[in-house]
């Protein structure tokens, strides 16, 4: 936009060149004649300043008001540059708070998830409260039971005696008959080997004629009260046994191991394909190796539908050297495995069928502990994530350092049976792995982490 003054010139020049004209004009008039001109230019002199003043007015005018809307487009532009950079902050503010929510969103499922885990182990636990309950009972009802039976032994011990002085004098009569020749014959009278079965009365043998020499003397009371300290009721279901442990001896052709060196998270192995069928039924045997305070987890078995359907799970809060043989999440039972932790090599088979839920563990040759109903009638699922030396929180993943297995397995091996007593023990003493076995530590594929894959000629030679 021009200025005032560059406005104003044109009407200026306009103005003089009438004012000129004019003036050439009255000189050519009379004198008389001229007046009323310079009245007239006067009183347009008069107006020209004051359209000046008020043209000067206007255009002072309309400079203010272009001086504020070019201050007023400034500030538009600063508002429209804030408005960008605080769209720009919350955009980064909404981003960040996205992520937050998603990490509170795992969280809670996971703390969610592992809730409802506590929960179910705590049911179980009160299950396996009351079982122990009905067990103790049954105990105290067994003990009560060989309080008779150690009264009833110590009546027939006062009883062998009294017999054994009646058979003496039953012989001396018979001997004082023989003498003296007179009177019928009477039979021959023998105490009876002290047994279990016949030793509250003496045994009565008929003969033709009368024995000629004393009975021998016996010491009954001794071998019964022998007879009846190994008749005891043999360790049944249910029950879990203290067992010193067992150094193998040479044991070769186990195959690979696996060394878990410490508790990080990255070591795992990973058993592909894992399972392709259903299980009904279980073994799984291996070497086992470690010094730990724990012995952590040694096989886990996951699912979409529930991450814990087969897991051989220890952790630092257990007992140590117990592991939960979980089936199926929420049931589960505690093996006792505290010798485990020498530092020795030691075998081990824990095995289960859905018929009517039975289970054992084998260590070392020995059966340790047993059982039944646990999950019967229940099916494995196929389609699993298989894992060593971890458990999974969700499949393949999920690990946890307090629950990883720090140590050494070999000779690793899973059936879709139940292997007999006779197969365990060639085990454990390295002859011929069992028939068909679906997954063995070479199907190890993966493994992740610290974990080192072996091949030694005999186990004590492994590292």
Not at 143 to 149: F, K, M
Not at 239 to 248: K, L, V, Y
Not at 284 to 301: E, F, K, M, N, Q
Not at 420 to 440: D, F, H, R, W
Request: proline share 6%.
């Amino acid at each position: 936009m021009g200025s005032p003054t560059g406005r104003a010139l044109p009407f200026f020049l306009i103005l003089v060149h009438i004012y000129l004209h004019g003036a050439l004009s009255q000189a050519t008039r009379p004198v008389g004649q001229r007046k009323p001109f310079f009245e007239r230019l006067r009183r347009l002199e008069e107006q020209f300043r004051k359209f000046q003043e008020v043209t000067l007015t206007h255009l002072q005018g309309i400079a203010s008001h272009y001086n504020l809307s070019v201050d007023i487009e400034a500030r538009f532009r600063s508002l429209a540059r804030e408005s960008q950079a605080v769209a720009l902050v919350l955009n980064q503010s909404q981003a960040a708070v996205q992520e937050e929510l998603g990490h509170l969103r795992t969280w809670v499922r996971r703390t969610q998830r592992r809730g409802r885990k506590a929960d179910h182990r705590l049911l179980a636990l009160s299950a396996t409260v009351s079982e122990g309950s009905a067990r103790r009972a049954r105990e105290q009802e067994t003990q009560r039971a060989q309080g008779d039976v150690r009264a009833l032994r110590d009546a027939l011990l006062r009883l062998t005696p009294l017999v054994q002085s009646q058979g003496a004098r039953l012989a001396a009569l018979e001997g004082q008959l023989r003498v003296e020749g007179t009177g019928p014959t009477i039979p021959n009278v023998t105490l009876a080997p002290s047994r279990q079965s016949n030793l509250s009365a003496p045994q009565l043998q008929g003969g033709g004629q009368a024995s000629r020499a004393p009975p021998e003397p016996r010491n009954p009371p001794l071998d019964f009260a022998h007879r009846l300290q190994g008749a005891q009721e043999p360790w049944g279901l249910g029950n879990q046994q203290a067992w010193p442990p067992e150094s193998p001896g040479e044991v070769c052709n186990v195959g690979p191991a696996l060394i878990f060196p410490n508790a990080s998270t990255m070591n795992v192995g990973f058993l592909r394909p894992g399972f392709l069928t259903g299980l009904r039924a279980l073994s799984i045997c291996s070497w086992v190796r470690t010094a730990a305070d724990h012995l952590g987890t040694l096989l886990s078995y996951a699912t979409e539908e529930n991450d814990n359907k087969l897991v051989l799970h220890g952790r630092d809060s257990l007992a140590p050297g117990s592991v939960h043989f979980v089936i199926g999440d929420p049931a589960f039972r505690e093996l006792p495995l505290q010798p485990l932790l020498d530092g020795r090599w030691h075998h081990v088979c824990v095995i289960w069928t859905s018929i009517l839920g039975r289970y054992w563990l084998h260590v070392d040759r020995r059966l340790v502990a047993t059982g039944s109903r646990f999950r019967e009638g229940y099916e494995i699922p196929p389609g699993g994530s298989l894992v060593l030396g971890q458990e999974q929180d969700h499949v393949g993943g999920g690990f946890d350092s307090s629950e990883a297995f720090v140590g050494s397995m070999a000779g690793l091996a899973i059936w879709d049976r139940v292997l007999v007593p006779g197969e365990v023990s060639n085990l454990a003493m390295g002859k011929v792995l069992p028939a068909g076995a679906i997954l063995t530590l070479a199907n190890a594929t993966s493994v992740g982490g610290f974990v080192q894959r072996v091949n030694c000629t005999c186990l004590q030679l492994c590292p």
